[in-house]
């Protein structure tokens, strides 16, 4: 029942409401119910006084007229004279109408009280003394009747009253008394109070205010009963003491009653009432209780009434409180509550409903000031001051954001800035200004970023550069936003300042270091050709006279000689090759180096290519007693690639391997390390039982120049460049070289390259050997006539000598123009040309020659001591057909001519 809860304010105000209503209800039913009374008990008093000072003053005319009557009895027996008996008697007796008046007759007596005369005269009362009666001495000095206090009768036995008057001659002696007697048991004046009942329990009183004794009383037992005694019932005290009136006490029985008391007249009586307040009140009591009914009735519905009342009253608030319930649990979102009505719950919830909105908004600047330090914390060591800047419609603008940098750019705190924009406007410069709000202005208009160095004098007078670099964004206000950040670039600007000035003195010495480098470049490039130069006259120097001493000495060989002459043959031969191959070796590397070696690609046949080195070298080796073994992998596929440089290698690691082997053997093996596609890397492996080489010097041996130790060179001989070419070839054709070796145990060197692949497409024929090359040549030659272009009269008879050898027919030119001459004269079968020649070289000659009708078609081939590819290509591309190089080998020479002329 949480209804009924205590907590509830609607079982409060319930609550409260009934008590009011119910304290009112009560509180008017008793001021009612007290004022119903008291003002009903006044009215009840004033009747009942009035009831009592009506029957007091009925009793008191009853009183006069009986008064009247014994006044006038004795007046008239007064004037009389003397009272006696028989004349008394006689105006007694003719006295008509007294009886009734007095039931207990009237007697007359004399100065002392004996009854004299008395009517009715049955009564006997005449003699009778009533001198010693205490209203006696009284009477005889009263002038007005005397109304005696009740006394038991003497004759009667019974309560009587008598009303006596004086009698006195008109000199006003006093002569006797007449008496009226009222027995109270008998029929008398008093009889309305007797007979008369009070209402259903009260009485009617006339008491004796001498005596304080009942006279006459609804209630007969009172009659003659003596009242409380003085100081017992005050409001009695009261009422003898002369009080006229009403009041309420609690009689000698112990009830409560209502009494009231009026004096009758002058006869020193009481006419009183009593009624128990229960009777004399019960309408008030009645009224009360029904005032009571009435007021739980009233209170029973005021308190339902105010239970539906209040219960609707609060509906409104206890859906709000609902509403908030759901809202707090997050059951429903926060919301305003309805207004139902314009009473204190519409206002209350109007009231609540701006509280609600006040917080919202409170917490949305809370959180936006809170999510603001936030990024003013993130912000506060970003160099540079970031801000938000908005522009208002009428050109004013503010920083809704800046972060703390701002103190360290503007000198001002980011609140600062933040509550007026105009705190940083006076620092601009005033040169910058108009470029400033200019750069601004273009960006609002063209909603482009605002991009703008400018002059700042910040407070100490030093002049800042700083940078804005911000992107402008309209607002859901219409209003622009610029997002951005401003660094201070003084530094880069004095930079700049700095760069500017040392610009052009820079550019100067630029152009002094560029003229420099030029200078050094030419030099260097001079030295480069001069190197190259010297390496091209150097090897065209040697080759000639080694032409010259190979060409000399095979002649020499042909035409016979001793035994002992062959063998120095033989030894000019072997120091000229030996010489040779340095000269080629130097070129090889020097070329390599200077990138110009060009690898060939054609078809190699491996084996052959083995068998090839194999026959080159098996003459050294068996000479040493070695054996030459060559180690195949099953089977090796074709492959392109440069076979002559892959054979050159390999050359130079048999050759070292023979060189450094005493006993033993040497082997050669080449297997496929991997196939790669259309690539095949092949490993050639060049093994021998040697001397080894120390783990010390295996890492450096493949630097040009390098040797194991210089004691090999003694011993050895070797200008250790073999290897540095060989790993420059390797790493050419896309491989590697190593070596493993053991000293006194041997080594293996190898090497690998990236080799495409390809079959060879037939047989090609083979170079034939010198001899062979010679008899065919010898055969082709027949009447064939062979210009022979040389300018050096050594190389000219040792060339002019092979040829004839073979029976070419030879004409010999000693430059080029002499031989273009020549060529204009007669027709050649194939001519021979030198390069480097007095007047006219060989490449002029060839273009002359290619000119000449009929010149274009015979083979022109160079014979020159210039070997470098350039060399080659030069010839090639000025027409010629074929390259040979000094030294001529007369093999190599023969085999030449023989596929141009054969
Ligand atoms: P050269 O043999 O002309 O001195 P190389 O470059 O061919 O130059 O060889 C360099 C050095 O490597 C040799 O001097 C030698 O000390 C060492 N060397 C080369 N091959 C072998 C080998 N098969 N056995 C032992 N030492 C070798």
Redesign the pocket.
Known sequence: MAGLSWQSLRTRLVAGALCASVASIWIVTLIIGTYLRSDMELAISAQQYSTVSLIASGIHRSVNERSAIVENLAQRLGRLGAVDGASAQALLESQSGIDPLFNWGVVVTDADGVALASEPAGHKSVGARHGDLPFFAQLKTADKPVITPPTIGQRSGAPVIGIAMPIRTPEGRYVGAVIGVINLRESNFLDQISNAKYGRTGDFLVTDIESRSCIASSDKRRVMNVGPAAGVNPLYDRYLAGHEGSGVAVSSRGVEELSSSAKIGTTGWLMQSVLPTQEAFLVVRQMQRRLLFSAVALTLCAGLVAWWWVRRQLKPLERSAVLLDEMRQGRRPRQPLPVERDDEIGKLAVAFNGLLKFIVDQEALLTRVAATEQVRKILTYVPGMVFQYCQHPDGTGAFPFASEAVRELYGVSPQVLESSASSIRDLLVTEDRERFFMSLRLSATRMERWLVDYRIRSSDGRIKWLHVDAVPELDEAGRIVWYGFVTDVTATKALEHELDKHRLHLEELVRDRTEQLEEARNIAESANRAKSTFLANMSHEIRTPLNAITGMAYLMHRTGVTPEQADRLNKIEAASSHLLEIINSILDLSKIDAGKLTLSAEVIQIEKLLANVVSIMSDRAASKGLRLNVSLAARLPGVVGDGTRIQQALL?YVG??I???AQGSVTIGVKVEADEGEHVRLCFEVQ?T????APEVLGK?FNSF????SS??RE?????????ITKRLAELMGGAVGVS?TPGVG?R?WFTALLGKGEPSGTEPGAPDLDRAEAMLTEASQGKCVLLVEDEPTSQVVAEELLVAVGFLVDTADNGSEAVEMVERKAYDLILMDMQMPQMDGITATRCIRQLPGGQSVPILAMTANVFSDDKSNCLDAGMNDFLTKPVVPGVLYSTLLRWLG
């Open positions: 130079n070292n391997a060189k450094f082997t021998d040697g001397i080894g080489i041996i390098e040797q194991a130790d090999t060179t050895y001989g070797g200008t250790g460049l073999g290897l540095a070796s080594s060197f």
